[in-house]
C-alpha cells in the first residue's frame, strides 16, 4: 500500500540552527501539506502546496518557514533559524486531485518529531 | 472563524461498551468532515469522511458516525470497543478548495478490560 515517508523520525537541533524536514508523497498525489503539532495541542495548518508552488499558508508560516520540491518526489519543510517554540511534531501529507481536494483523503506520514534546545 | 471542536480531552470505556466521541464544526456551511486515529509513534490514519453523500458514514474498525446539519455535529460511535482501539482521535475539517484540514483538540480513548 503507498505510504507517505518522512525522514528523520526525530530530531534535535540547537537555538538558530536551520533544519530541513523531509517527505515523499504518495507518487501520484498532486496536493502536498505539512502541519504541526506541539505537544499537548492540536494538530496545525502550516502550508499547502499544488503545482510547484504554495497555495495557501498559515499565519504560523512566516519567513523562517519554506517548502520545496527539489526534484519531483521529495517535499521539503525548511525552517531557517530554529526557536524553541518550533519544538513540535510535523506531519507531511498528500492527497490526489480526485472529485476536489477538499473533499479527497490526505495520507498523512508518521511524523518527525523536532527537538529545539 | 471555522473551528472544529472535540468534547472530552479523554475518554476511557470498558471493553465492549458503547464508544462515542464528540465533534462539532462551526460553519453556517457544512463542510467536509473526517475523524482520523492516531496510534503511538504512528501517523494519522483516516477512519472515515463525510462528504455530503450521506449522512451516516460508516469507517474502518467498525466505526461510524453521523453527519446532523441541525447540531453542526459529527459524532463518532462504535457499538462495542476493543483494546485495540485505544488511541487518540482527531475530527477534521476541510472548507475550501485546497483541501486544508482544521483539526479538533483531539481525543483520547482508553479502553478499560
Known amino acids: 500500500e503507498p505510504e507517505v515517508t518522512q525522514t528523520p523520525s526525530h530530531q534535535v537541533t540547537q537555538m538558530g540552527q536551520e533544519v530541513i524536514l523531509r517527505c515523499v508523497p504518495i507518487?501520484?498525489?498532486?496536493?502536498f501539506y505539512w502541519y504541526r503539532q506541539i505537544l499537548g495541542q492540536k494538530v496545525e495548518f502550516l502550508v499547502s502546496?499544488?503545482?510547484?508552488?504554495?497555495?495557501?499558508k498559515s499565519e504560523i508560516f512566516d519567513d523562517q518557514f519554506s517548502v520545496e520540491r527539489p526534484d519531483g518526489s521529495n517535499f521539503t519543510l525548511k525552517i531557517r533559524s530554529t526557536k524553541l517554540e518550533d519544538s513540535a511534531m510535523y506531519f507531511c501529507?498528500?492527497?490526489?486531485?480526485?472529485?476536489?481536494?477538499?473533499?479527497?483523503?490526505?495520507?498523512f506520514g508518521q511524523g518527525t518529531r523536532l527537538t529545539v534546545v | 472563524a471555522q473551528s472544529v471542536t472535540q468534547l472530552g480531552s479523554h475518554v476511557s470505556v470498558s471493553e465492549g461498551a458503547l464508544v462515542l466521541l464528540r465533534c462539532n464544526y462551526s460553519?453556517?456551511?457544512?463542510?467536509?468532515l473526517f475523524w482520523y486515529v492516531q496510534y503511538p509513534n504512528q501517523g494519522l490514519q483516516l477512519l472515515l469522511k463525510y462528504t455530503s453523500a450521506a449522512t451516516l458514514v460508516k469507517g474502518i474498525n467498525g466505526f461510524e458516525a453521523e453527519f446532523k446539519k441541525s447540531e453542526t455535529s459529527f459524532h463518532l460511535t462504535k457499538p462495542s470497543a476493543h483494546m485495540s482501539d485505544a488511541a487518540e482521535y482527531f475530527c477534521?475539517?476541510?472548507?475550501?478548495?485546497?483541501?486544508?484540514?482544521?483539526f479538533g483538540q483531539g481525543t483520547e480513548l482508553s479502553v478499560k478490560p
Open positions: 502546496f499544488y503545482n510547484n508552488e504554495i497555495s495557501e
Open positions: 477534521a475539517a476541510s472548507y475550501n478548495q485546497g483541501g486544508k484540514l482544521i
Open positions: 507518487s501520484n498525489h498532486l496536493y
Open positions: 501529507a498528500s492527497s490526489d486531485l480526485g472529485t476536489g481536494p477538499m473533499n479527497t483523503e490526505a495520507f
Open positions: 460553519s453556517s456551511v457544512p463542510p467536509y
